[in-house]
Every structure is written in C-alpha cells, then in structure tokens.
C-alpha cells in the first residue's frame, strides 16, 4: 500500500529530533486534529466502491502507538509498518484495516477488523507482527496500549476505536 508507506515517511521525516509532544493534548481517547489516514479502509470484506465493510459481526482491533522522538525508533516503526503492510492482504479471516497517524501528537493509530477472533490471534503469531512487538520498547515512548472487542461493521472507525483504547486497561507499553 504506497499511500500508507508514504504517511509514515511523513511523521519520521516532521518528527525525528523534534522536542516532544505536549502528552497533556494528546490523549488516547480523542482523535488528534491532525490526524491523517493513511489510506481507505482496505481489506476483503471492503466495498470497494463505498469504502465500508460488509454488514456483519466482527472482532476489530485497535493500537495507539505513542511514538518515540528518536530517529532509531522512528526507523524501526517505518519497517515495522512496512513489513506488516506487505503481509496483511495475505491474512486468513482479514476483513480489513486502516492507518492514521498525527505529526502533532507523535501518534500513530491502527484499526483492523477480523471475520474471528482466531483470525485475530494468528496475526499476533506472524512474524512481521511478532518483530513489530519485539521493537516496542524502541518505537513507543510509553502509554501506548492495544484492545480489540465484537462489534459489526459500524464500529469499524477511528472514532469508535477511540472510545475503546480509552477506556482499555493495558496492559501499557
């Protein structure tokens, strides 16, 4: 996906040696002012003409990643992002994600959405994702924090993912 690989290059190439962000602005649970998306919502259970999921029931997963000021960090994010990417169309059970990320906030933001929680599960197991987690403690500055939950197709959004990494209880990375 070039449009998402081309966002990311966005927040490393505005934020490497940039003081940090002000964490009382930035908060999990509200969507950053600049946020920008990475691209559509893609995936296989996406209308391609509409842009929105199938109806149906989910297991959608959200990441809110509080990224660090440094320029190995940052490095490492962009690769990780850009192995993921290159594997998630492959994913059995995927119905579809979306990135977004804030040069404000020094955040980046994931949702995906999975037809089971299984399918969900194997994709922690991929290895692109496993190397992702290994290198948390070098892309996150800490704060950062992972939940998933059962909804349909109309909580497929940054908005409603938002509401949910608020109120999730870590564990915090």
Known sequence: MKTLSFAVFAVVAFSCGAP???DTK???GTLEADLVHAGPLTGPEVDATTGKLKPGAYVLSSTYLKLTTSTKGQAAFQASIKAITAVMDAQPGLAGY???T???CLTARTISVWKDEASMYRFVGVQ???DAVAQVSLTSRGGSVVTHWADSETGASFEAA???VA???GPFF
Do not use: I, K, N
Request: with cysteine.
């Open 20 to 22: 940090g962000p002000d």
């Open 26 to 28: 930035c908060v999990r």
């Open 98 to 100: 979306q990135l977004a």
């Open 102 to 104: 804030s040069d404000e």
């Open 128 to 130: 692109a994702h496993a």
């Open 162 to 164: 938002a509401s949910h």
């Open 167 to 169: 109120s999730a209880v």
